[in-house]
């Protein structure tokens, strides 16, 4: 096995201890026959195993990740509104924005920041983000 040493500020150390203690007090609330002795190494090791994870799946999941495709985010916000008999404009009035904007956004024209999004999303009662969003190749 070989071994890494790293140099963390000591806040990054504190965060550590700290999340490391809580993962063994919940672990000890939530099953008396789990461990409840994680050392701070033990996480440490669990993160970089799951980023290392992340990283490999990347290129299957992500679709930006095909060489000489290029894809767009679009959004189906004008026809769940459609289906749900809402107004562009009684919507961006619930959302206090300008209609004329958020026209853009429902045509396509432009994406909203997310915290937008997240507002639209529900405005048009949560449905699936699958159906809010999908990918246009170029």
């Known amino acids: 096995m070989k071994e890494v040493t790293i140099r963390l500020k000591d806040e990054t150390y504190e965060r550590l201890k700290e999340i490391t203690d809580l993962e063994n007090l ?3 609330h939530r099953d008396k026959n789990r461990r409840d002795d994680y050392q701070m190494e033990e996480f440490i090791v669990g993160c970089i195993i799951d980023k ?12 930006s990740a095909q060489k000489g495709t290029r ?31 958020l026209s853009k956004i429902f045509n396509n024209a432009s994406q909203p920041r997310l915290d937008l999004f997240v507002k639209i999303w529900v405005v048009l009662g949560c449905p699936p983000l699958q159906r809010c969003i999908y990918l246009e190749r170029d």
């Open 52 to 63: 290392m994870e992340q990283i490999n799946d990347f290129g299957s999941v992500h679709p």
């Open 71 to 101: 894809p767009l985010i679009k959004n189906r916000f004008k026809e769940i509104a459609k289906e749900k008999n809402m107004y562009i404009k009684d919507i961006a009035a619930q959302l206090e924005v300008q209609a004329p904007n």
């Open 26 to 28: 919940i672990n000890r």
